[in-house]
């Protein structure tokens, strides 16, 4: 059984400045993992994935995260946070014997002018 | 670009009644699942369905639950009887054969009052 656990459920940070969001999974199996965002009133967007391969994965809107299996992390960072990155950021897991998603609770960024 | 729609956007319902879901995957998808959020809480799954048939199904999805694929387009999750606690925005999603990656639909807040 997989589970993930976000650290913080809000986070605000200035336009321009860093963003990092947690993300520590538990998996038995090797995980696949992924970052997806939710805009106000849309659907689950997925943002980036790791399934296998280079740790350091790119996703859209200038987002990035690292798979870190000895510390169980799969943060996600963007560089410099723009006002249309405003948005709920959901991390999840699946495994290599079936693809249903363990979500976590969810960080709602706010992005301060 | 092909999306996930899902209707109604907004349900309210009295408890004790029916209702169903209606979800339209993206059209080459072979693989559908039901996901639920209550307000405040994770994302969980509640079902996977392949080939008419459920793959997996949640603790959660009990007697009251079911889907079905009525034609070759439309995917729906119908509850029997609703209750007060299944008042929550339920997702639906598609995924290609070969792929990770699932394709979420803007959900339907459903209300049980």
């Known amino acids: 059984a997989q589970s993930v656990t976000q650290l913080g459920s809000h986070v605000s940070v200035s336009e321009g400045a860093l963003v990092l969001l947690r993300c520590n999974y538990s998996?038995?199996?090797?995980?696949?993992l992924f970052w997806y965002v939710q805009y106000p009133n849309q659907g689950l967007q997925l943002l980036l994935k790791?399934?296998?391969?280079?740790?350091l994965v790119k996703g859209i809107n200038g987002f990035e995260a690292e798979f870190k299996k000895s510390e169980t992390s799969f943060h996600l960072t963007k560089p410099s946070a723009h006002m249309s990155d405003a948005a709920e950021y959901f991390c999840?897991?699946?495994?290599?014997?079936?693809?249903?998603?363990?979500f976590g609770a969810g960080t709602t960024v706010t992005v301060r002018a | 670009e092909p999306e996930v729609t899902q209707t109604p956007s907004h349900q309210v319902t009295q408890m004790g009644q029916e209702v169903i879901l209606r979800c339209v995957p993206i059209?080459?998808?072979?693989?559908f699942y039901w996901y639920r959020q209550i307000l405040g809480q994770k994302v969980e799954f509640l079902v996977s369905?392949?080939?008419?048939?459920?793959?997996?199904k949640s603790e959660i999805f009990d007697d009251q639950f079911s889907v079905e694929r009525p034609d070759g387009s439309n995917f729906t999750l119908k509850i029997r009887s609703t209750k007060l606690e299944d008042s929550a925005m339920y997702f639906c999603?598609?995924?290609?054969?070969?792929?990770?990656?699932?394709?979420f639909g803007p959900g339907t807040r459903l209300t049980v009052t």
């Open positions: 999603a598609s995924r290609r054969d070969g792929s990770y990656e699932q394709y």
């Open positions: 998996s038995s199996v090797p995980p696949y």
């Open positions: 790791y399934t296998t391969g280079a740790t």
């Open positions: 999840a897991v699946s495994d290599q014997n079936d693809y249903k998603l363990s």
């Open positions: 059209s080459n998808h072979l693989y």
């Open positions: 369905f392949y080939n008419n048939e459920i793959s997996e």
